[in-house]
Structure formats: C-alpha cells, structure tokens
C-alpha cells in the first residue's frame, strides 16, 4: 500500500505572503533544494524582495545538510544562523499556526479538500499580518535573550 505524504512549504516576507507549495514525496535535501529552486525566487519578485534578503528555516536536517548548504551557497543566498538547540523563532511557524487554525474551521473531510483549502487560507493571509509578524521580530528575540534561552511568552 502507498501512502501520499504531503509537504506545504511557503515563505514571506514583510511585504507579505510568498508562494505555498505542496510536495507529494518525501522531503528530503534534494527535494527541499527543488522546492527552493522552484519558489523562492519567484516569491522574491513577487514581493519585490530585490537583493536585500535573507532565507531564514530551521536546523531540521534537510534543511541543514551538507548538500543543501553547498546548494545555497552556489545560489549565494544569504541564510540566517541558528543554533541547534535554540528556540522556534521563526516567524513563519506563528503564520502556519494561523493557516492551521482557519483551515481547521473550515473542517476539511479529505486530503483533496485540505489542499484546496490550505491553497484558499493562504490567499487570505494579509499583508498586515506578515508585517506584525517581522515587526515583532526583534521584541520575540530580545525576550529570549532576556530568559538566558529559557521560556518566554511565544
């Protein structure tokens, strides 16, 4: 039996929401790096990004794998350091627990429908939303300073 395994990739910016993208395989380094060849840059455009941008994802290790990391540096890409063992401030894991929420009230009964769906939510996410998001940003990251990396309110 085969089971489909389906991956939603999206970015942002503050200029709002990039492009969301769902993979139908497992994610791995090579996908991964397809998935940024393919959306990225056009997301970039779209949110007329120019130059002055930074990629920011986590330590998952697809993300973090020797490969990939060979792979954004031939793309000169800059890409925001973390830790390994740092807090999830990645703001975009807030926009994906707001995606959560309003597709999950749109109760989906199907994989089809919770595609379609997270397509349509994602369409809705306002600029004003990606804007408190990245305007944030620097209190989320001076709080966990302040905690020595403890808990903090996010």
Same mark, same amino acid.
């Given at each position: 039996?085969?089971?489909?395994?389906?991956? +939603?990739?999206?970015? +942002? $910016?503050?200029?709002?929401?990039?492009?969301? *993208?769902?993979?139908?395989? *497992?994610?791995?380094?090579?996908?991964?790096?397809?998935?940024?060849?393919?959306?990225?840059?056009?997301?970039?455009?779209?949110?007329?990004?120019?130059?002055?941008?930074?990629?920011?994802? /986590? #330590?998952?290790?697809?993300?973090?794998?020797? @490969? *990939?990391? /060979?792979?954004?540096?031939?793309?000169?890409?800059?890409?925001?350091?973390?830790?390994?063992?740092?807090?999830?401030? #990645?703001?975009?894991?807030?926009?994906?627990? /707001?995606?959560?929420? $309003?597709?999950? $009230?749109?109760?989906?009964?199907?994989?089809?429908?919770?595609?379609?769906?997270?397509?349509?939510?994602?369409?809705?996410? @306002?600029?004003?939303?990606?804007?408190?998001?990245?305007?944030?940003?620097?209190?989320?990251?001076?709080?966990?300073?302040?905690?020595?990396?403890? #808990?903090?309110?996010?």
């Amino acid at each position: 039996m085969e089971v489909e395994v389906s991956w +939603f990739e999206g970015c +942002f $910016a503050a200029a709002g929401p990039g492009q969301l *993208t769902i993979t139908e395989s *497992t994610m791995n380094s090579t996908v991964y790096q397809r998935v940024l060849e393919e959306h990225v840059k056009p997301s970039v455009k779209k949110l007329k990004l120019k130059r002055n941008w930074t990629l920011q994802h /986590d #330590n998952d290790p697809k993300h973090t794998s020797k @490969s *990939t990391k /060979d792979w954004l540096k031939t793309k000169k890409w800059r890409v925001l350091e973390w830790p390994s063992q740092s807090p999830d401030l #990645n703001p975009i894991e807030m926009l994906w627990s /707001d995606l959560k929420r $309003a597709v999950h $009230a749109r109760n989906p009964s199907n994989i089809s429908q919770l595609k379609e769906i997270c397509i349509e939510e994602w369409g809705k996410l @306002s600029l004003d939303q990606c804007q408190r998001l990245v305007d944030g940003y620097k209190k989320r990251l001076t709080e966990v300073i302040s905690a020595k990396g403890g #808990n903090t309110s996010y």
